[in-house]
């Protein structure tokens, strides 16, 4: 059974840097792209980032590019998202989750405010 927890979140000022993390567990981890989402009340989710299996090849979207950084650690079954210059309206639920897969793990709150 696909289990996946994140962790890592938080409250931080504008500017300031958060780093999250997903532990996998009950799939081939090391085979699969892993993506981050994430929801802002109010709006839908939306798909932040995206590493490839081997992690050699990364994706993010217009808003987070030069911003946040995405990575895996396959021993670990670990996918990270470090973001750093956060702004206001990166406020969100942030979540990971396998590319199509529709069940969502509680995801970790970041709450960027002065």
């Known amino acids: 059974q696909v289990q996946l927890v994140e962790s890592g979140g938080g409250l931080v000022q504008p500017g300031g840097s958060l780093g999250l993390s997903c532990a996998a567990s009950g799939f081939a981890f090391s085979i699969y792209t892993m993506n981050w989402y994430r929801q802002a009340p109010g709006k839908e989710r939306e798909l932040v980032a995206a590493?490839?299996?081997?992690?050699?090849?990364?994706n993010y979207a217009d808003s987070v590019k030069g911003r946040f950084t995405i990575s895996r650690d396959n021993a670990k079954r670990t996918v990270y998202l470090q973001m750093n210059s956060l702004k206001p309206e990166d406020t969100a639920v942030y979540y990971c989750?396998?590319?199509?897969?529709?069940?969502w793990g509680q995801g970790t709150q970041v709450t960027v405010s002065s």
């Open positions: 590493i490839s299996s081997a992690g050699d090849s990364t």
């Open positions: 989750n396998l590319p199509g897969r529709t069940r």
